[in-house]
Protein backbone atom coordinates (compact mmCIF):
# COMPACT_ATOMS: atom_id res chain seq x y z
CA UNK A 1 0.00 0.00 0.00
CA UNK A 2 1.75 3.17 -1.29
CA UNK A 3 0.27 6.74 -1.66
CA UNK A 4 1.69 8.88 -3.81
CA UNK A 5 1.75 12.85 -4.18
CA UNK A 6 1.00 14.30 -7.61
CA UNK A 7 1.02 18.29 -8.22
CA UNK A 8 0.97 21.54 -9.88
CA UNK A 9 4.46 23.36 -8.57
CA UNK A 10 3.66 25.07 -4.97
CA UNK A 11 0.37 24.02 -4.18
CA UNK A 12 0.96 21.99 -0.52
CA UNK A 13 2.32 18.58 -1.37
CA UNK A 14 4.96 19.08 0.81
CA UNK A 15 2.40 20.44 3.38
CA UNK A 16 0.20 17.73 3.12
CA UNK A 17 3.16 15.25 3.45
CA UNK A 18 4.51 16.85 6.32
CA UNK A 19 1.32 17.11 8.41
CA UNK A 20 0.45 13.52 7.21
CA UNK A 21 3.43 11.85 8.37
CA UNK A 22 4.38 14.18 11.35
CA UNK A 23 7.71 15.18 9.87
CA UNK A 24 9.89 18.45 9.13
CA UNK A 25 10.50 18.60 5.02
CA UNK A 26 11.27 21.79 3.39
CA UNK A 27 8.24 24.06 2.56
CA UNK A 28 8.27 27.56 0.90
CA UNK A 29 6.07 29.24 -1.52
CA UNK A 30 7.97 29.04 -4.36
CA UNK A 31 7.68 26.48 -7.23
CA UNK A 32 10.23 23.57 -6.96
CA UNK A 33 11.07 23.53 -3.05
CA UNK A 34 11.08 19.80 -3.40
CA UNK A 35 13.29 18.09 -5.76
CA UNK A 36 14.66 15.18 -4.14
CA UNK A 37 11.65 12.51 -2.98
CA UNK A 38 10.28 12.77 0.73
CA UNK A 39 8.95 9.49 1.74
CA UNK A 40 7.49 8.37 4.71
CA UNK A 41 4.25 6.92 7.19
CA UNK A 42 0.84 8.02 7.34
CA UNK A 43 -1.93 6.16 8.87
CA UNK A 44 -5.48 5.20 7.64
CA UNK A 45 -7.74 5.27 10.68
CA UNK A 46 -10.52 2.69 11.02
CA UNK A 47 -12.90 0.93 13.39
CA UNK A 48 -11.18 -1.57 15.25
CA UNK A 49 -11.65 -4.97 15.74
CA UNK A 50 -11.94 -4.92 19.48
CA UNK A 51 -15.50 -2.73 19.17
CA UNK A 52 -16.57 -5.87 17.65
CA UNK A 53 -15.86 -8.09 20.41
CA UNK A 54 -16.69 -5.80 23.19
CA UNK A 55 -13.06 -5.76 24.66
CA UNK A 56 -10.18 -3.14 25.95
CA UNK A 57 -6.83 -3.25 24.80
CA UNK A 58 -3.54 -1.93 25.08
CA UNK A 59 -2.05 -1.13 21.87
CA UNK A 60 -0.51 2.02 20.98
CA UNK A 61 -2.28 1.76 17.25
CA UNK A 62 -5.89 1.65 18.79
CA UNK A 63 -7.56 4.64 20.05
CA UNK A 64 -10.68 3.80 21.78
CA UNK A 65 -11.44 1.91 19.33
CA UNK A 66 -9.91 3.71 16.27
CA UNK A 67 -7.17 1.43 14.95
CA UNK A 68 -4.42 3.37 12.77
CA UNK A 69 -3.19 1.17 10.06
CA UNK A 70 0.74 2.48 8.49
CA UNK A 71 0.27 3.37 4.93
CA UNK A 72 3.42 4.43 2.70
CA UNK A 73 3.30 8.03 1.19
CA UNK A 74 5.31 9.95 -0.89
CA UNK A 75 5.90 13.42 -1.72
CA UNK A 76 7.39 14.34 -5.32
CA UNK A 77 8.83 17.35 -7.16
CA UNK A 78 6.09 19.43 -8.70
CA UNK A 79 5.10 19.60 -12.70
CA UNK A 80 4.69 22.76 -14.63
CA UNK A 81 3.45 22.00 -18.11
CA UNK A 82 5.40 20.53 -20.71
CA UNK A 83 7.13 18.36 -17.93
CA UNK A 84 7.11 15.40 -20.37
CA UNK A 85 9.22 17.47 -22.71
CA UNK A 86 11.29 18.66 -19.93
CA UNK A 87 10.38 21.92 -18.46
CA UNK A 88 10.89 22.74 -14.45
CA UNK A 89 12.10 19.68 -13.36
CA UNK A 90 10.88 17.79 -16.14
CA UNK A 91 8.70 14.40 -15.21
CA UNK A 92 11.11 12.74 -12.69
CA UNK A 93 8.35 13.18 -10.25
CA UNK A 94 6.24 9.96 -11.99
CA UNK A 95 9.65 8.15 -11.86
CA UNK A 96 9.93 8.63 -8.02
CA UNK A 97 6.16 7.65 -7.72
CA UNK A 98 5.72 4.73 -10.32
CA UNK A 99 5.10 1.99 -7.37
CA UNK A 100 2.15 4.03 -5.95
CA UNK A 101 -1.19 2.58 -5.70
CA UNK A 102 -3.28 5.42 -5.85
CA UNK A 103 -2.57 9.21 -6.29
CA UNK A 104 -3.30 12.50 -4.41
CA UNK A 105 -3.23 14.93 -6.30
CA UNK A 106 -2.95 18.30 -4.54
CA UNK A 107 -4.96 21.16 -6.53
CA UNK A 108 -4.63 24.96 -4.95
CA UNK A 109 -8.38 25.30 -5.39
CA UNK A 110 -8.10 29.00 -3.98
CA UNK A 111 -6.58 30.09 -7.57
CA UNK A 112 -3.40 31.76 -5.43
CA UNK A 113 -0.61 30.78 -7.75
CA UNK A 114 -0.22 30.43 -11.74
CA UNK A 115 -0.02 28.02 -13.69
CA UNK A 116 4.14 27.77 -13.22
CA UNK A 117 3.58 27.92 -9.34
CA UNK A 118 4.02 31.03 -8.82
CA UNK A 119 2.12 32.88 -5.92
CA UNK A 120 -0.28 35.06 -7.53
CA UNK A 121 -3.70 36.50 -5.19
CA UNK A 122 -6.21 34.44 -4.39
CA UNK A 123 -8.61 33.78 -7.14
CA UNK A 124 -6.51 34.90 -9.99
CA UNK A 125 -6.08 31.58 -11.36
CA UNK A 126 -8.32 28.89 -12.75
CA UNK A 127 -7.82 25.47 -10.34
CA UNK A 128 -9.28 23.54 -13.40
CA UNK A 129 -6.62 24.56 -15.99
CA UNK A 130 -4.17 22.39 -13.25
CA UNK A 131 -5.92 19.68 -13.17
CA UNK A 132 -6.30 19.54 -16.57
CA UNK A 133 -2.78 19.99 -17.30
CA UNK A 134 -1.80 17.91 -14.63
CA UNK A 135 -3.55 15.01 -15.82
CA UNK A 136 -2.15 15.69 -19.17
CA UNK A 137 1.85 15.65 -18.16
CA UNK A 138 0.80 12.22 -16.31
CA UNK A 139 -0.84 10.67 -19.58
CA UNK A 140 1.91 11.93 -21.58
CA UNK A 141 4.17 10.10 -19.43
CA UNK A 142 2.90 6.66 -19.94
CA UNK A 143 2.56 7.87 -23.54
CA UNK A 144 6.52 8.17 -23.48
CA UNK A 145 7.10 4.79 -22.09
CA UNK A 146 5.14 2.97 -25.09
CA UNK A 147 6.34 5.25 -27.79
CA UNK A 148 10.17 4.88 -27.17
CA UNK A 149 9.67 1.51 -27.55
CA UNK A 150 6.66 1.24 -30.05
CA UNK A 151 9.11 -0.23 -32.96
CA UNK A 152 10.97 -2.85 -30.88
CA UNK A 153 7.34 -4.08 -29.66
CA UNK A 154 5.98 -4.36 -33.36
CA UNK A 155 9.29 -6.39 -34.04
CA UNK A 156 9.22 -8.68 -31.64
CA UNK A 157 5.45 -9.17 -32.34
CA UNK A 158 6.48 -10.31 -35.79
CA UNK A 159 9.23 -12.37 -35.04
CA UNK A 160 7.06 -13.90 -32.01
CA UNK A 161 9.00 -13.24 -29.64
CA UNK A 162 6.21 -11.84 -27.21
CA UNK A 163 2.31 -11.33 -27.63
CA UNK A 164 1.03 -7.51 -27.60
CA UNK A 165 -0.08 -7.99 -24.01
CA UNK A 166 3.13 -9.29 -23.25
CA UNK A 167 4.90 -6.78 -24.87
CA UNK A 168 3.26 -3.55 -23.48
CA UNK A 169 3.22 -5.73 -19.70
CA UNK A 170 7.13 -5.56 -19.70
CA UNK A 171 6.93 -1.83 -21.01
CA UNK A 172 5.03 -1.10 -17.70
CA UNK A 173 6.26 -3.32 -15.64
CA UNK A 174 7.80 -0.73 -13.28
CA UNK A 175 4.51 0.88 -12.66
CA UNK A 176 3.36 -2.25 -11.01
CA UNK A 177 0.90 -3.17 -14.62
CA UNK A 178 -0.31 -6.55 -14.39
CA UNK A 179 -1.01 -8.34 -18.02
CA UNK A 180 -4.41 -8.49 -17.63
CA UNK A 181 -4.82 -5.01 -16.68
CA UNK A 182 -3.55 -4.35 -20.48
CA UNK A 183 -5.44 -7.59 -22.08
CA UNK A 184 -8.82 -5.82 -20.70
CA UNK A 185 -8.13 -2.52 -21.46
CA UNK A 186 -7.13 -3.57 -25.46
CA UNK A 187 -10.74 -5.28 -25.17
CA UNK A 188 -12.37 -2.07 -23.23
CA UNK A 189 -10.79 0.66 -26.10
CA UNK A 190 -11.95 -1.94 -29.02
CA UNK A 191 -8.21 -1.78 -30.20
CA UNK A 192 -8.46 -5.42 -30.00
CA UNK A 193 -9.83 -5.48 -33.63
CA UNK A 194 -6.98 -3.45 -34.77
CA UNK A 195 -3.30 -4.79 -35.99
CA UNK A 196 -0.80 -3.48 -33.44
CA UNK A 197 1.23 -2.30 -36.86
CA UNK A 198 -2.12 -0.47 -37.49
CA UNK A 199 -2.37 1.51 -34.21
CA UNK A 200 -1.68 5.28 -34.67
CA UNK A 201 -0.30 8.06 -31.87
CA UNK A 202 -3.81 8.57 -31.18
CA UNK A 203 -4.48 4.93 -30.09
CA UNK A 204 -1.56 4.72 -28.30
CA UNK A 205 -2.37 7.71 -26.04
CA UNK A 206 -6.21 6.66 -25.94
CA UNK A 207 -4.89 3.47 -24.53
CA UNK A 208 -2.57 4.55 -22.11
CA UNK A 209 -4.67 7.51 -20.37
CA UNK A 210 -7.11 4.38 -19.70
CA UNK A 211 -4.33 1.99 -18.94
CA UNK A 212 -3.32 4.83 -16.81
CA UNK A 213 -6.53 5.77 -15.00
CA UNK A 214 -7.81 2.48 -14.18
CA UNK A 215 -4.18 1.58 -12.70
CA UNK A 216 -3.45 4.65 -10.94
CA UNK A 217 -6.18 5.75 -9.98
CA UNK A 218 -6.65 9.60 -8.91
CA UNK A 219 -7.97 11.38 -5.11
CA UNK A 220 -8.13 15.31 -5.64
CA UNK A 221 -7.05 17.41 -2.60
CA UNK A 222 -8.62 20.61 -3.35
CA UNK A 223 -6.24 22.28 -0.58
CA UNK A 224 -5.72 25.87 0.17
CA UNK A 225 -9.80 25.91 0.62
CA UNK A 226 -9.02 28.42 3.58
CA UNK A 227 -8.10 30.99 1.17
CA UNK A 228 -10.92 29.95 -0.92
CA UNK A 229 -13.69 32.41 -1.27
CA UNK A 230 -15.93 30.49 -3.52
CA UNK A 231 -16.42 26.54 -2.85
CA UNK A 232 -18.96 26.02 -5.53
CA UNK A 233 -15.84 24.95 -8.02
CA UNK A 234 -15.32 21.57 -5.90
CA UNK A 235 -18.82 20.33 -6.45
CA UNK A 236 -18.54 21.03 -10.32
CA UNK A 237 -15.02 19.10 -10.21
CA UNK A 238 -16.48 16.50 -7.75
CA UNK A 239 -19.02 15.97 -10.93
CA UNK A 240 -16.08 14.00 -13.00
CA UNK A 241 -13.90 13.22 -10.05
CA UNK A 242 -12.96 11.71 -6.81
CA UNK A 243 -12.53 15.45 -4.30
CA UNK A 244 -11.97 16.44 -0.91
CA UNK A 245 -11.69 19.42 0.69
CA UNK A 246 -8.15 20.29 2.37
CA UNK A 247 -6.28 22.91 3.84
CA UNK A 248 -3.16 21.28 4.73
CA UNK A 249 -1.89 24.16 6.25
CA UNK A 250 -4.42 23.83 9.21
CA UNK A 251 -3.62 20.15 9.92
CA UNK A 252 0.44 20.92 9.92
CA UNK A 253 -0.47 23.68 12.40
CA UNK A 254 -3.02 21.31 14.30
CA UNK A 255 -0.43 18.36 14.67
CA UNK A 256 2.22 20.50 15.54
CA UNK A 257 0.33 21.81 18.84
CA UNK A 258 -1.05 18.58 19.33
CA UNK A 259 2.35 17.60 19.59
CA UNK A 260 3.48 20.38 21.82
CA UNK A 261 0.73 19.57 23.79
CA UNK A 262 -1.09 22.50 23.93
CA UNK A 263 -3.82 21.38 22.16
CA UNK A 264 -6.14 18.13 22.07
CA UNK A 265 -6.69 17.09 18.25
CA UNK A 266 -7.01 13.88 17.17
CA UNK A 267 -6.91 13.98 13.03
CA UNK A 268 -9.44 14.02 11.42
CA UNK A 269 -11.51 15.68 14.15
CA UNK A 270 -13.22 18.50 13.70
CA UNK A 271 -13.23 20.06 16.70
CA UNK A 272 -10.16 20.79 19.07
CA UNK A 273 -9.70 21.79 22.21
CA UNK A 274 -6.82 24.01 23.54
CA UNK A 275 -5.60 21.86 26.89
CA UNK A 276 -2.49 23.90 28.01
CA UNK A 277 -2.73 27.49 29.95
CA UNK A 278 0.38 28.44 28.64
CA UNK A 279 -0.58 29.06 25.25
CA UNK A 280 0.94 32.97 24.08
CA UNK A 281 -1.44 35.23 22.07
CA UNK A 282 0.28 34.63 19.40
CA UNK A 283 -0.64 30.67 19.33
CA UNK A 284 -4.03 31.65 20.07
CA UNK A 285 -4.76 33.66 17.61
CA UNK A 286 -3.43 30.78 14.78
CA UNK A 287 -5.57 28.34 16.59
CA UNK A 288 -8.22 30.69 16.27
CA UNK A 289 -7.95 31.28 12.59
CA UNK A 290 -7.75 27.58 12.59
CA UNK A 291 -10.93 26.81 13.85
CA UNK A 292 -12.51 29.24 11.71
CA UNK A 293 -11.45 27.17 8.87
CA UNK A 294 -13.13 23.92 10.39
CA UNK A 295 -16.32 26.14 10.72
CA UNK A 296 -16.08 26.47 6.86
CA UNK A 297 -14.95 23.45 6.20
CA UNK A 298 -15.31 20.51 8.96
CA UNK A 299 -12.41 19.01 8.83
CA UNK A 300 -8.44 19.83 7.60
CA UNK A 301 -9.44 17.14 5.00
CA UNK A 302 -5.86 15.74 5.23
CA UNK A 303 -6.84 12.65 7.24
CA UNK A 304 -10.04 12.32 5.05
CA UNK A 305 -7.92 12.14 2.15
CA UNK A 306 -6.19 9.51 2.78
CA UNK A 307 -8.99 7.47 4.07
CA UNK A 308 -10.81 8.42 1.19
CA UNK A 309 -7.70 7.13 -1.07
CA UNK A 310 -7.60 3.79 0.28
CA UNK A 311 -11.05 2.73 1.43
CA UNK A 312 -13.05 4.29 -1.22
CA UNK A 313 -10.72 4.77 -4.28
CA UNK A 314 -8.43 2.13 -4.17
CA UNK A 315 -10.86 -0.08 -2.13
CA UNK A 316 -9.12 -1.71 0.81
CA UNK A 317 -10.05 -3.48 3.38
CA UNK A 318 -8.72 -3.99 6.97
CA UNK A 319 -8.10 -7.33 8.36
CA UNK A 320 -6.25 -8.68 11.60
CA UNK A 321 -4.74 -12.07 11.57
CA UNK A 322 -4.18 -13.35 15.17
CA UNK A 323 -2.57 -16.87 16.07
CA UNK A 324 -5.07 -17.38 18.85
CA UNK A 325 -8.39 -17.20 17.62
CA UNK A 326 -9.97 -17.66 21.03
CA UNK A 327 -7.92 -14.58 22.80
CA UNK A 328 -7.36 -12.33 19.55
CA UNK A 329 -3.78 -12.49 20.01
CA UNK A 330 -0.21 -13.70 18.92
CA UNK A 331 2.15 -16.00 20.70
CA UNK A 332 3.56 -13.61 22.91
CA UNK A 333 -0.76 -12.56 23.75
CA UNK A 334 -0.64 -8.92 22.60
CA UNK A 335 -4.45 -8.92 21.18
CA UNK A 336 -4.84 -7.82 17.80
CA UNK A 337 -1.35 -7.27 17.53
CA UNK A 338 -1.66 -6.63 13.25
CA UNK A 339 -4.02 -4.55 10.97
CA UNK A 340 -3.67 -5.44 7.58
CA UNK A 341 -5.06 -3.48 4.26
CA UNK A 342 -5.66 -5.79 1.50
CA UNK A 343 -7.03 -5.32 -1.71
CA UNK A 344 -11.19 -6.08 -1.71
CA UNK A 345 -11.89 -9.46 -2.99
CA UNK A 346 -8.84 -10.96 -0.90
CA UNK A 347 -9.09 -14.83 0.05
CA UNK A 348 -7.64 -16.20 3.24
CA UNK A 349 -4.79 -17.61 1.18
CA UNK A 350 -3.36 -14.41 0.01
CA UNK A 351 -3.72 -12.93 3.55
CA UNK A 352 -1.68 -15.61 4.81
CA UNK A 353 0.91 -14.63 1.75
CA UNK A 354 1.36 -11.36 2.91
CA UNK A 355 2.16 -12.46 6.14
CA UNK A 356 4.64 -15.17 4.89
CA UNK A 357 5.45 -17.43 1.67
CA UNK A 358 5.45 -20.50 3.83
CA UNK A 359 2.73 -20.36 5.42
CA UNK A 360 0.34 -19.48 1.92
CA UNK A 361 2.43 -22.45 0.79
CA UNK A 362 1.67 -25.13 3.69
CA UNK A 363 -1.74 -23.00 3.67
CA UNK A 364 -4.52 -25.70 5.11
CA UNK A 365 -7.24 -23.86 6.24
CA UNK A 366 -8.24 -20.53 8.20
CA UNK A 367 -10.77 -20.11 11.29
CA UNK A 368 -12.84 -16.82 11.07
CA UNK A 369 -12.68 -15.44 15.12
CA UNK A 370 -15.77 -13.78 14.73
CA UNK A 371 -17.63 -16.70 13.58
CA UNK A 372 -15.31 -19.33 14.71
CA UNK A 373 -15.85 -20.88 11.73
CA UNK A 374 -13.13 -23.15 9.31
CA UNK A 375 -12.41 -21.37 6.19
CA UNK A 376 -10.73 -22.43 2.88
CA UNK A 377 -8.05 -20.35 1.25
CA UNK A 378 -10.41 -19.01 -1.65
CA UNK A 379 -12.71 -17.71 1.08
CA UNK A 380 -12.91 -14.40 0.45
CA UNK A 381 -12.52 -11.74 3.35
CA UNK A 382 -14.64 -9.07 4.73
CA UNK A 383 -13.95 -5.85 6.26
CA UNK A 384 -12.79 -5.73 9.89
CA UNK A 385 -12.56 -9.75 9.55
CA UNK A 386 -9.90 -11.63 12.70
CA UNK A 387 -8.28 -14.52 11.26
CA UNK A 388 -6.33 -17.42 12.48
CA UNK A 389 -4.08 -19.41 9.68
CA UNK A 390 -3.78 -22.95 10.29
CA UNK A 391 -0.17 -24.00 7.86
CA UNK A 392 2.04 -26.98 7.73
CA UNK A 393 4.85 -24.56 7.43
CA UNK A 394 5.04 -22.17 9.75
CA UNK A 395 6.42 -18.91 9.29
CA UNK A 396 10.39 -18.11 8.23
N1 LIG B 1 -3.26 29.03 3.10
C1 LIG B 1 -2.72 27.86 2.85
N2 LIG B 1 -1.45 27.77 2.44
C2 LIG B 1 -0.95 26.53 2.20
C3 LIG B 1 -1.73 25.35 2.36
N3 LIG B 1 -0.94 24.29 2.06
C4 LIG B 1 0.26 24.79 1.72
N4 LIG B 1 0.26 26.13 1.81
C5 LIG B 1 1.38 27.05 1.50
O1 LIG B 1 1.70 26.90 0.13
C6 LIG B 1 3.11 27.08 -0.08
C7 LIG B 1 3.67 25.90 -0.83
O2 LIG B 1 3.66 24.78 0.02
P1 LIG B 1 4.55 23.47 -0.27
O3 LIG B 1 4.03 22.42 0.65
O4 LIG B 1 6.00 23.77 -0.24
O5 LIG B 1 4.09 23.17 -1.78
P2 LIG B 1 4.60 22.02 -2.79
O6 LIG B 1 3.45 21.64 -3.63
O7 LIG B 1 5.29 20.94 -2.03
O8 LIG B 1 5.66 22.86 -3.65
P3 LIG B 1 6.87 22.31 -4.58
O9 LIG B 1 7.69 21.34 -3.80
O10 LIG B 1 7.63 23.56 -4.86
O11 LIG B 1 6.24 21.74 -5.79
C8 LIG B 1 3.71 27.31 1.31
O12 LIG B 1 3.84 28.69 1.53
C9 LIG B 1 2.66 26.69 2.25
O13 LIG B 1 2.68 27.27 3.54
C10 LIG B 1 -3.07 25.48 2.80
O14 LIG B 1 -3.82 24.54 2.98
N5 LIG B 1 -3.51 26.76 3.02
MG1 LIG C 1 7.20 20.29 -2.10
Known sequence: ??????????????????????????????????????????????????????????????????????????????????????????????????QADVLIHVVDIAGTTDIQGQPVPPGTHNPMEDIEFVENEFNQWFKQILMREWQKLLKEILQKTATLVEGITRRFSGLGIKDFEVSDMIKETGLVTKKPTDWTEDDILMFVTKLRKKTKPVLIAANKADLCKDLSIIEKIKKENHVVTCSAESELLLRKASKANLIKYLPGDSVFTISNESVNPQQKQALDLVKNVLS????????????????????FITVYPVEDETKLSNKDGVVLPDARLLPVGSTAKELAATIHADLAKGFLHAIDAKTKQRISGDHVLKDGDVIKIISSMSRG
Do not use: W
Not at 4 to 31: H, R
Not at 296 to 315: E, H, P, R, S, W
Open 296 to 315: KIQTTGVQAAINYAVFDVLK
Open 1 to 98: MFIGLLGKANVGKSTFFSAATETAVAIGNYPFTTIEPNVGVTYVKTKCACKHFGITHQNPSCLDGIRLVPVKIIDVAGLVPGAHEGKGLGNRFLDDAR
